[in-house]
């Protein structure tokens, strides 16, 4: 279910974007498109602003608060260094690590963010992605500005202020020039990126998923040598085991995001696909692949992404 929810905010982060860069001739006077994608720092919690909202935002009062605010509050931690022990110090920031709890009160903490502007906010743990797309890059960069404002004023309220993790892309038609863009919040600059990782998927400002294959590319070539050595000493059920682990985990991992590319963009990864297939059957390369992914009941690459 996890994995799940991970490829579908992969997608839904990116479809509106795909939307509106596959613009029919009609719209054609409607380019530069312009679509600012940033992306924020982990907001730090104040134990006493989560508080403050359970009580007020989700209704959470009486011995239920009581019992949450005695978890949070009169908390100390100390650090042991080389057999010296430090002094103690309370905690009045952020929510104890590894606990059932801790992943609730974050989503608690910031699930109010996306009524602070009219960005389209997809949250997913501590990872903040804001959106928003416009048919001109001018009024783009001013819509930007002027909301990224609305998010300043939340981060204030919230005592989340991180403005050196974060980032912005401009993702824009291939072969057209998008207008040079200036985005602050609170005179502070924000950089711009041509690509960035989401959520475990690398992506770039034309929507090419260019870096992510060639980062699953290395991924699958390490695992190619890791089939050649190990399969003298597994059998075949194992084999196919570990292949589901190590190299079919990564090749469905948000393929409905990245997988429509063409097939040029693809070989490389085909070829070293097919190579831990040979690996597995013992098959030199100039065997056919069709009756060995048919005799080990596996898919090709293309196969995957259009299950």
Request: hydrophobic share 35%; with cysteine.
């Amino acid at each position: 279910m996890y994995k799940d929810l991970k490829i579908n905010n992969i997608i839904n982060i990116f479809s509106p974007s795909i939307a509106n860069l596959k613009c029919t001739p009609s719209d054609r006077q409607m380019y530069p498109q312009g679509y600012v994608y940033p992306r924020l720092g982990t907001p730090a919690i104040d134990n006493d602003i989560l508080l403050w909202k359970r009580g007020n935002f989700y209704g959470i009062r009486g011995l239920p608060h009581k019992l949450l605010a005695s978890y949070l509050q009169v908390r100390q931690q100390y650090t042991v260094v080389g057999g010296y022990r430090s002094s103690m110090f309370e905690i009045t920031q952020g929510v104890p690590q590894g606990s059932s709890l801790g992943h609730l009160l974050f989503a608690l903490y910031v699930n109010n963010l996306p009524k602070a502007s009219a960005f389209n906010s997809t949250l997913f743990a501590d990872d903040n992605v804001l959106s928003i797309s416009s048919g001109n890059c001018i009024e783009l960069q001013k819509l930007v500005n002027t909301e990224l404002q609305k998010v300043d004023e939340w981060m204030r309220f919230n005592k989340s202020l991180n403005y050196s993790k974060m980032s912005y892309m401009l993702i824009g038609p291939r072969g057209k020039r998008l207008h040079d863009f200036t985005v602050k919040i609170n005179d502070n600059t924000i950089s711009q990126t041509n690509s960035t990782k989401c959520l475990g998927v690398y992506i770039d400002d034309k929507l090419t998923w260019s870096d992510h294959i060639t980062n699953l590319e290395k991924t699958i070539s390490r695992s190619v040598e890791i089939f050649y050595r190990i399969r003298h000493y597994l059998n075949e059920r194992a084999l196919k085991s570990l292949y589901l682990s190590i190299v079919y985990s990564h090749l469905q991992y948000a393929i409905g995001a990245w997988g429509g590319v063409g097939k040029t963009s693809l070989r490389r990864l085909n070829i070293l696909h097919n190579k831990i297939i040979r690996a597995m059957t013992y098959i030199s390369f100039r065997s056919k692949l069709d009756p060995l992914y048919k005799y080990l009941n596996l898919l090709k690459v293309d196969d995957i992404y259009n299950l």
